[in-house]
């Protein structure tokens, strides 16, 4: 068994959230640099700033699949 695949097995063994922990850290991190994460940190704080003070426009989910779909095509 290559280390890879030792990897795999044990990373399906985790719970869901603790599986999506590690997929959000590895693309954080996929280019060896991990200040991007700072930049993420970022983004999320201005937009829920955005969402609080009532200047973001919000879009329901059903409309937003809709949209994706509709662009698929």
């Known amino acids: 068994m290559t280390v890879l695949q030792e990897i795999e097995n044990k990373a399906l063994g985790l719970s869901l959230l603790e599986r999506g ?3 959000h850290d590895l693309i954080v991190n ?3 640099k991990t200040e991007t994460s700072g930049d993420f ?3 999320i704080q201005k937009r829920i ?3 609080k003070s009532g200047k973001a426009i919000r879009i329901s989910a059903v409309e937003v ?5 509709a662009r698929c095509r």
């Open 21 to 23: 922990q590690l997929i």
């Open 49 to 51: 700033k955005k969402i």
């Open 30 to 32: 996929i280019d060896g």
């Open 41 to 43: 940190e970022k983004e």
């Open 65 to 69: 699949f809709s949209k994706v779909e």
